[in-house]
């Protein structure tokens, strides 16, 4: 039985007069953006507030159904910014369908904590499209999604789709776009380029860099404990083991490659696991990891040479897991149905991008690496500058550019009624 927190819906006065206010409606608590809302509340050059949408919290842990268990990040998700959780009334909550979220007192909260602008966090939940509704021409509408074309149906689908998509879109003055693919996802949805402003995904690259050879030292002892040698190639796998990230993929690999220093590391769970498992059972050169929580990811990563993200999609709008390898030094390979892998892999310098119909360039970068390990060293060196790129800096500049320039060039009519 699962349990629930329930949150008073708080209201807060406006405390500093000159700064301006933005309200960030999302559905619940991520790692990947509560550092940067922390950031922008430390950088006090904007007043926020972040609407948590999904309106319930476990007590201990979410049941997350892509791992197939209950799962705590071991990282603080609500500390130092302001925050409420906003009833939801849904029959059953969760992100997971459109009627999942249902805030009828969302927008009425909003307007009471007089925003300057909203910064809303996808479309495709009931309350933040309603939401998106409610505001345009209000006040201005911020949005950040990371969808792609990648995936897109063809025929009809694909024209009634875009139909609604540009309806949808049309309430949004200025989207946050990720990287390119995102981009031009944005535009053949009918938003003009002056209306999109680059602020790239990111993760907390310091959390990943080395501090004073701790992570190396604690992955040196977990290679020597499952019988890696330094010889050998380790391939990691990190993620939910669940169809869309394909990795039976990497067992493919294996399998064309009959070199005992040739390893897989599986981290993770899901709805895969006992196919990955059975697979373990007959070829030792597969090691399963299990589930690791995010202060553990900088060893896992440390263990491998080559991380490698073979998602077939639907769905892999950008691939986080790319960032935290980067940040870790190592080099990375990404399929071409990967979303940030345009962005974040430079071909041939710090990984590939390959084509799942087509094994041949990640091969013969492997057969390569066995023969000269240094191979992939260079390029786990060079994935670590280039990750420098993608910060949580970057994306809070151009929110504040944002609220300090461009949303003074619009009338707009504030007489907000709920």
Known sequence: MICFIAFPVITFAKTTINLKRLAIITSHPIQYNAPWFRLLAERKKLAIMVFYTWGQLEQDA???????EKVAWDIPLLEGYDFTFVKNTATKPGTHHFKGIVNPTLNKEIKEWEPDAILVFGWSFYSHLKCLRYFHKKMPVLFRGDSTLLDEDIGIKKN??????????????IALYVGLNNKEYFLANGLKP???????HAIDNNRFAEPDDIYKADADILRKNAGIQKEDIILLFAGKLEEKK????????????DDKRLKIIFVGTGELMETIQSAAASDDRILLMGFKNQQQMPVMYRVADLFVLPSTGPGETWGLALNEAMASGKAVIASNKTGGAINLVDEGINGLIIDLKNNDKILQLIQHSLINKEIVLEMGRQSRLKIQSFTFNHIVNAIEDIMTNAINSKPYNRELVV
């Open 160 to 173: 009634l789709r875009r139909l609604f998509l540009q309806w949808v879109y049309s309430h949004v003055d």
């Open 246 to 257: 394909n990795p039976q993929f990497l067992i493919s690999l294996l399998k064309s490659v």
């Open 62 to 68: 979410k049941y997350d159904p892509g791992f197939g």
């Open 194 to 200: 002056g209306q999109l402003l680059y602020a790239p």
